[in-house]
C-alpha cells in the first residue's frame, strides 16, 4: 500500500519561497510519474506540476516559472519548490502517483502579508 507523506508547508509573505517535501513508500519511486496537486477551500484539487520517470516537467499556468518539481529515487521523494509565491497560492498541498493512490495528509501553505 503506498503512503504519501507531505512536509514543508507553512506561513510566508508575497514573495517569498517554500520548499515542499513528499516521501513515498510502498512503492519504487523510479517507476512512476508523480504530482503535486493543491486543494484551495472548497475547491477540488488542481494539478500543479508534474514529472515523468524519466525527469520531464509540466506545470499549471499559474506556476509556471515560479515553481520547480524534482525527484530523488533514491531518497524516495518529490519535492516541490515554490518561489516567488502569491496570495493564490494559499492551499493544502498534496502529492501523488501518476495512478492515483490514496491522499496523504497534506501540508498546508499560507501567503499572507
Known amino acids: 500500500q503506498v503512503q504519501l507523506v507531505e512536509s514543508g508547508g507553512g506561513m510566508v509573505q508575497p514573495g517569498g519561497s517554500l520548499r515542499l517535501s513528499c516521501e513515498v513508500t510502498?512503492?519504487?519511486?523510479?517507476?512512476?510519474?508523480m504530482g503535486w496537486y493543491r486543494q484551495a477551500p472548497g475547491k477540488q484539487h488542481e494539478l500543479v506540476a508534474g514529472?515523468?520517470?524519466?525527469?520531464?516537467?509540466n506545470y499549471a499556468d499559474p506556476v509556471k516559472g515560479r515553481f520547480t518539481i524534482s525527484r530523488h529515487n533514491g531518497k524516495s521523494r518529490v519535492y516541490l519548490q515554490m518561489n516567488s509565491v502569491k496570495t493564490e497560492d494559499t492551499a493544502v498541498y498534496y502529492c501523488?502517483?501518476?495512478?492515483?493512490?490514496?491522499w496523504g495528509q497534506g501540508t498546508q501553505v499560507t501567503v499572507s502579508s
Open positions: 501523488n502517483v501518476e495512478y492515483g493512490a490514496p
Open positions: 510502498g512503492i519504487v519511486l523510479r517507476f512512476y510519474g
Open positions: 514529472i515523468t520517470t524519466g525527469g520531464s516537467t
